[in-house]
T-cell receptor, first 115, second 111 residues
Framework: NAGVTQTPKFQVLKTGQSMTLQCAQD?????MSWYRQDPGMGLRLIHY???????DQGEVPNGYNVSRSTTEDFPLRLLSAAPSQTSVYFC??????????????FGPGTRLTVT | KNEVEQSPQNLTAQEGEFITINCSYS?????LHWLQQHPGGGIVSLFM???GKKKHGRLIATINIQEKHSSLHITASHPRDSAVYIC?????????????FGEGTQLTVNP
């Protein structure tokens, strides 16, 4: 299994540009999520999905869109990039079900700089 | 006050030392995770526990549910243990199960 994969690893955008961060997993996990990691702060949840066709907002959703058309893929879209979105982005996945204690698997991260 | 507090924020040790990283939380939880983030940025799960103690090699994680506290211990530390260690707790909120992360502890082990 490749686990959770993310592309690109690095990206530089100009203010106002749009882009999509890709995330895919091959473990048949229902739950997928996007986090951002900023200096001096813990990881913060942007959006999450509990299955294909179902998405919901996390703590910091503004400026980001997601969709989940398949179980495997969960892309994150920045519609009009802003310097405040400079961060490291992590995609993660896990099983759902009756237990909320399933192990979380993280992708390698995407380092995004918005100038 | 953050729901998850880690201490210390930074820790420098000499190779071979016994290391303890602490995590305190203020909410009821169903599980606590310890994660490791290496300088390259990737995050891996070390432990997931809801009671007692778990051990993998030189790593030991303990949790005291009554005191809302967990510790991560590293015995015989090695420079390759240098990383950021993150505590995260799983709890139930208005929108279902959620994971709340501490800010992390930067560990540097010198040879």
């Amino acid at each position: 299994n490749a686990g959770v994969t993310q592309t690109p690893k690095f990206q530089v955008l100009k203010t106002g540009q749009s882009m999509t961060l890709q995330c895919a997993q091959d473990m048949n996990h229902e739950y997928m999520s996007w986090y951002r990691q900023d200096p001096g702060m813990g990881l913060r949840l942007i959006h999450y999905s509990v299955g294909a066709g179902i998405t919901d907002q996390g703590e910091v959703p503004n400026g980001y869109n997601v969709s989940r058309s398949t179980t495997e893929d969960f892309p994150l879209r920045l519609l009009s990039a802003a310097p405040s979105q400079t961060s490291v982005y992590f995609c993660a996945s896990r099983y759902t079900g009756t237990s909320s204690s399933y192990e979380q698997y993280f992708g390698p991260g995407t380092r995004l700089t918005v100038t | 006050k953050n729901e998850v507090e880690q201490s210390p924020q930074n820790l420098t040790a000499q190779e071979g030392e016994f290391i303890t990283i602490n995590c305190s939380y203020s909410v009821g939880i169903s599980a606590l995770h310890w994660l490791q983030q290496h300088p390259g940025g990737g995050i891996v799960s070390l432990f997931m526990l809801s009671s007692g103690k778990k051990k993998h090699g030189r790593l030991i994680a303990t949790i005291n549910i009554q005191e809302k506290h967990s510790s991560l211990h590293i015995t015989a530390s090695h420079p390759r243990d240098s990383a950021v260690y993150i505590c995260a707790v799983r709890s139930w909120g208005a929108s279902g199960s959620r994971l709340t992360f501490g800010e992390g502890t930067q560990l540097t082990v010198n040879p």
